[in-house]
């Protein structure tokens, strides 16, 4: 029996959800096989104990990846017959908020698949939409260009949209280029009503593994400069604008993996954690200003296959033969495999687990012995940084953002839209869940939270120290006197000054 935090099943069955349902009519579990004739379910139902933990009886160890075979064709689950759960109906038609006059939308990575889905319908909504786009990424003949090209063409084609689409160049990692490009936004509309920050990439790979060279640590910083500083670079950008105007609408796409550590997907959860922590203050900072500030929290899913995925080398201790834990790589290789075969008939097989290979053996043998053809998903675990787009057909890739999209027309430029908006119903099952563990936590140890409260616990003692029961009531007037205090004699006391120094060196 192998104990794993709660959040690593519902992240897994989540991130598997979606997919599975883009292309057959499955139960919303996904079935592992187990140790002998039992198996494992990880639907979305609340499970574990008040630890928020989950046993899972799992073989040990797991097989190196999680083939397609056991997720999507298992013998236990009934791919022809619909879910006996009860599933929300999937959206059909955007839902946009009541508005006096068109809007005009700002969207950055304008060749993203959610970005090119939602500039589709706002367009024949009436509003306009200025879509920022790295100019290299543009000039590309392949990948996600190729589906803005077609975006371009249709617009082109269709009279009603020629004149309320801008496409500028922006690389948000500059902010010159987004200073530039707001300013031709307005330049050419008028005004800004709703920026929806898109730019998001993924790296796979344990937090050890990111520090094996200067390179994979050089990517830490390239994740965060894409992940958290291109946001704050267009939002400051903008800003200025809405304030101005006492109105407007700033939109974060993040994800679920902004409430959940992911195993594997360290680095890029805490640049989600990041980008949510600027957003939550900035809220509080801008509301007299009349600007709105929503977080849009997509599936995992969402995020990482539709923008590219980098993978640094793996550690032989991080290999399913040697460290059982549900990590990314393997659950992303596994999934990348069966695109590739869905994309690409003839794409070669992945091979199964076999037991009497070694832990470090990666080689992929066909069955004749030669060499085989590495497949997508070998590609996560190259000996070299690797970086790809998922291969997903036009049809998984519209059912997999839909109800982010969906989300998106919901609340852009709404009146009194959410802080934070979590989309689908499983990320809502994953959040609950992990808001009652928290809070259980926190119910076992308030003992100790309150055993350091000198001031409820010892009140006398404290109003024997000079402190009126005034400030016992309502102490933070009192402590930031104090702090205020110490900080003036850190500054201006040479003594202190040079206590300091000598603690420094």
């Known amino acids: ?57 799992l073989p040990s160890p797991l097989p190196k990846r999680y083939e397609a075979s056991q997720v999507f064709a298992s013998s236990d689950m009934t791919s022809s017959a619909p879910s006996s759960s009860t599933k929300p109906p999937r959206p059909k038609s955007p839902h946009f908020p009541p508005h ?40 590309k003949s392949e990948g996600q260009s190729v589906d803005f ?14 004149e309320h689409l801008r496409v500028v160049g922006l690389d948000s990692r500059v902010i010159g280029q987004c200073q530039a490009a707001v300013a031709e936004a ?29 390179r994979t640590l050089s990517l830490v910083d390239e994740i965060f400069e894409i992940n958290f500083f291109a946001n ?33 997907l360290g680095i890029y959860c805490s640049s989600q954690w990041a980008i949510e922590g600027y957003c939550d203050s900035l809220a509080y900072e801008i509301a007299p200003f009349n600007v709105k500030m929503s977080l849009v929290q997509a599936n995992m899913e969402v995020n990482v296959l539709t923008n590219r995925i980098t993978s640094v080398p793996p550690m032989p201790v991080y290999l399913q033969g ?34 009497t290979k070694s832990p470090g053996d990666d080689s992929t043998m066909s069955e004749t012995g030669q060499d085989a053809e590495p497949t997508m998903g070998d590609l996560l675990s190259s000996d070299t940084m690797t970086s790809l787009y998922a291969p997903l057909p036009p049809v998984v890739k519209a059912n997999l953002i839909a109800e982010t999209v969906h989300a998106l027309t919901a609340i852009g430029g709404h009146d009194n839209p959410p802080a934070r908006h979590i989309v689908g119903s499983e990320g809502v099952t994953v959040v609950k869940e992990k808001l009652k563990t928290t809070s259980e936590e926190l119910e076992d140890f308030v003992e100790v939270s309150g055993a350091v409260d000198i001031a409820n616990r010892d009140g006398d003692a404290m109003v024997g120290l000079g402190i009126d029961h005034e400030i016992l009531a309502d102490p933070t007037p009192f402590l930031w006197g104090v702090a205020y205090s110490i900080g003036y004699l850190c500054v201006h006391e040479p003594s202190i000054q040079a206590c300091q120094c000598s603690r420094l060196s």
């Open 100 to 139: 006096n006059a068109p809007r005009v939308w700002f969207i950055t990575r304008g060749v993203s698949p959610i970005a090119i889905a939602l500039a589709r319908q706002v367009l024949e909504h009436g509003d306009y939409v200025v879509a920022g786009v790295v100019p290299h990424e543009f000039e």
């Open 232 to 264: 704050v670079n267009i939002i400051k950008a903008v800003l200025p604008i809405m304030r101005e105007r006492k109105n407007g609408h700033l939109i974060v796409i993040t994800g679920i993996t902004g409430h959940l550590g992911t195993p594997g």
């Open 322 to 355: 040697e460290n059982p834990a549900p990590l990314a790589r393997e659950i992303f290789s596994g999934l990348l495999d069966k695109l590739e075969r869905i994309d690409n008939p003839a794409a070669p097989q992945s091979n199964t687990f076999d037991e």
């Open 1 to 57: 029996m192998h104990t794993y935090p709660i959040v690593s099943p519902y992240t897994i069955c989540s991130f598997y959800r979606s997919i599975v349902r883009s292309w057959q009519e499955v139960s919303d579990g996904v079935h592992l096989r187990s140790e002998g004739s039992k198996s494992v379910s990880w639907a979305l139902v609340p499970i574990g104990n008040r630890r928020g933990f989950m046993d899972v009886a």
């Open 149 to 162: 090209r077609t975006f371009l063409d249709d617009v082109k084609q269709t009279e009603r949209w020629r």
């Open 186 to 214: 307005v330049e050419a509309f008028g005004r800004i009503d709703v920026l929806l920050c898109a730019a998001s990439e993924a790296v796979i790979g344990a937090v050890e593994e990111l520090a094996q060279s200067s």
